[in-house]
């Protein structure tokens, strides 16, 4: 390996020398923020002060957020080692359990917000970096011991492809319409207290609990509800309390947030007025598609409305238009006999961004764009043909971002085969820079000692140019490699 990295010589810049001088005087630009979109590939350039004073003001209602005057992170994790020792003397977890949900950081999670470009006025949505906290790694235990409980339901969608297939076989009546149905900021409107009772007697009929953890139902309760009610974040250096919902960031929100939405919709429907009766009812998180009685999509959200009693899970709806309706990523069209196709949608803030060609990634990544690209087309599209219409806009798309045809003859002739499980014993995985030419040998390297390995890009414009998060200091950085000098000479190691 150091022969490797000794021989390997250094890799041609792909950016001009113009370039070069406009990336150094947008770093030094401190009046603006460059924001990815809150959806789509859209890149946003806002005046600093105005997203702040934005920030600010949605901070300030204290029906959701509460300002500290002091940091409680020291006083949570004193908390948390006091369960989490527990549950080591009881044997519920082992001593390597207990290392890997300690939390040896103590990083405050971090508010940033996204723009919504896609939604008039451009509200900010708020989203939290969960990493580093003290209770990071628990909440994705918690998540794991979860999961398997969501989507035991015949109207859980699990993507486009599980819609395409739910769908192909609906034929629509006459009197019959598509509406579709969108919760208004799940995450920070879900009922804790009511979602902890949900997910109690989920647990309890889960048969197959102790099969995932040695914990008793009381047990993940307990620190569910210590990771749910402890909920915290800084902004510009102010620590604030949130107090409703679950925490946009954290690994176990969105599956609490899914199981109170399999009861609320199990509540909805079976509940509705005969005359507002959804025929079809699908939902993908927050987002629902139905078939309703013509004219019947106001009663039907005034109903659902009034199932959640905190009063904040709310409803919005929008009805079909010239007889199509956009859900996740495609456009459900009816057809005149009553049966529908299914095209691709874009929105449209939809940038027809993608990798770039030239960029500095391994090839397999950018052939893996192709890929996934057309694989959708292969999944959502339902007749033979509106396939080539799409094929035609993916290439149009992606030829623009540099890809030559070679690439679409390279993945149309070498398409994956389906992975068997693997026999082979592994040591492990390292995840690598990628650097042209030194990665591919690494990796040779690795393979031979039966240690797999996955490149990541360096540097990109994205980590050169986005920081809408507090900066941390860099004692505070955690996962890193430290500089530790040696004794006898003043090079560090």
């Not at 150091?2 to 370039?19: A, Y």
């Not at 297939?165 to 598509?178: K, N, Q, S």
């Not at 990523?329 to 529908?340: A, F, H, M, N």
């Not at 960029?359 to 694989?375: A, C, E, F, G, Y």
Request: charged share 30%; glycine share 4%; hydrophobic share 30%.
């Amino acid at each position: 390996m150091v022969g490797v990295l000794k021989s390997t010589n250094n890799t041609k810049s792909n950016l001009s020398k113009d370039e070069k001088i406009a990336l150094k005087d947008l770093r030094k630009e401190d009046t603006i923020l460059i924001l990815p979109a809150d959806k789509g590939k859209s890149t946003v350039v806002l005046d600093k002060k105005d997203y702040e004073e934005k920030v600010n003001i949605m901070l300030n209602d204290d029906k959701t957020n509460e300002k500290l005057k002091n940091d409680p992170t020291a006083r949570y994790k004193k908390k948390l080692v006091s369960l989490l020792t527990r549950f080591k003397k009881e044997e519920k977890i082992t001593v390597k359990e207990y290392w890997k949900l300690y939390p040896t950081v103590e990083n405050n999670p971090r508010m940033y917000c996204t723009p919504k470009i896609h939604t008039s006025g451009n509200p900010l949505r708020p989203l939290v970096d969960y990493c580093g906290s003290i209770m990071y790694e628990t909440s994705k235990e918690l998540a794991r011991i979860l999961s398997p409980l969501v989507g035991q339901s015949q109207h859980h969608v699990i993507n486009s492809k599980d819609l395409a297939e739910d769908l192909v076989e609906i034929m629509i009546d006459e009197g019959e319409e598509f509406i579709s149905h969108d919760v208004v900021s799940l995450f920070t409107n879900t009922p804790i207290s009511e979602s902890l009772e949900i997910i109690r007697h989920r647990l309890t009929e889960d048969a197959s609990l102790n099969e995932r953890t040695k914990l008793t139902v009381d047990d993940v309760m307990e620190i569910l509800a210590f990771a749910l009610t402890t909920t915290y974040f800084s902004f510009r250096g102010q620590v604030y309390q949130q107090k409703f919902g679950t925490e946009v960031g954290s690994p176990v929100s969105p599956i609490v947030a899914n199981l109170y939405m399999e009861w609320l919709e199990k509540e909805a429907i079976a509940t509705a007025p005969v005359n507002c009766q959804p025929r079809l009812w699908k939902r993908y998180v927050d987002d629902v598609l139905e078939i309703v009685n013509k004219g019947s999509a106001e009663q039907l959200t005034s109903h659902i409305n009034k199932i959640d009693k905190t009063g904040n899970i709310k409803f919005t709806y929008e009805k079909e238009e010239n007889q199509q309706i956009a859900f996740l990523d495609t456009l459900i069209v009816k057809k005149p006999d009553g049966s529908i196709k299914l095209l691709v949608y874009r929105k449209r803030t939809h940038t027809d961004q993608y990798l770039h060609f030239q960029s500095h990634h391994p090839l397999q990544h950018k052939l893996s764009v192709i890929r996934t690209i057309m694989d959708r087309k292969d999944k959502v599209i339902t007749e033979e043909e509106d396939k080539p219409i799409e094929e035609s806009k993916i290439k149009e798309a992606l030829k623009l971002c540099g890809y030559p045809e070679w690439a679409f003859k390279d993945v149309d002739k070498k398409k994956p085969p389906k992975k068997e499980p693997s026999q082979s014993v592994t040591r492990g995985m390292v995840v690598l820079p990628y650097k042209e030419g030194l990665s591919q040998r690494a990796r040779r390297i690795f393979n031979k000692h039966g240690i797999q390995t996955s490149f990541k890009p360096h540097q990109t414009l994205r980590n050169i140019l986005v920081h809408p998060m507090d900066k941390r200091d860099s004692l505070q950085t955690a996962e890193c490699v430290y500089e530790i000098p040696c004794r006898n000479c003043e090079k560090p190691t």
